[in-house]
Nanobody, 117 residues
Framework: QLVESGGGLVQAGGSLRLSCAAS????????MGWFRQAPGQEREFVAA????????SYADSVKGRFTMSRDNVKKTVYLQMNSLQPEDTAVYYC????????????WGQGTQVTVSS
């Protein structure tokens, strides 16, 4: 089970930190990802991190502004979002897939991020 938190309303240029807590199983050999979906748009990849290697990858649209990290003890991944812009407004989802797999098998319920101009 994945549970996101930390969404909210922020002004342009502001920051938010999203959290995704994993429970019910070990995600040690999984890749954890963040996705987002804006109204009327398809869900898009934001960032991903491997639990063991702690190496993150990012979509070009968020590179340099967002940072993904993980805490193995707390079984939680984070998405630090800085310099937020109105186009970052979306529901943000946490997801997990087996390392080397294609599809994300586990999804959270999503958390709303709204950036006002």
């Amino acid at each position: 089970q994945l549970v996101e938190s930390g969404g909210g309303l922020v002004q342009a240029g502001g920051s938010l930190r999203l959290s995704c807590a994993a429970s019910g199983r070990a995600f040690i050999n999984y890749v954890m990802g963040w996705f987002r979906q804006a109204p009327g748009q398809e869900r898009e990849f934001v960032a991903a991190i491997n639990w063991s290697r702690n190496s993150a990858s990012y979509a070009d649209s968020v590179k340099g502004r967002f940072t993904m990290s993980r805490d193995n003890v707390k079984k939680t991944v984070y998405l630090q979002m800085n310099s937020l812009q109105p186009e970052d407004t979306a529901v943000y989802y946490c997801a997990a897939k087996i390392d080397g797999g294609i599809n994300y098998s586990y999804w959270g319920q999503g958390t709303q991020v709204t950036v006002s101009s």
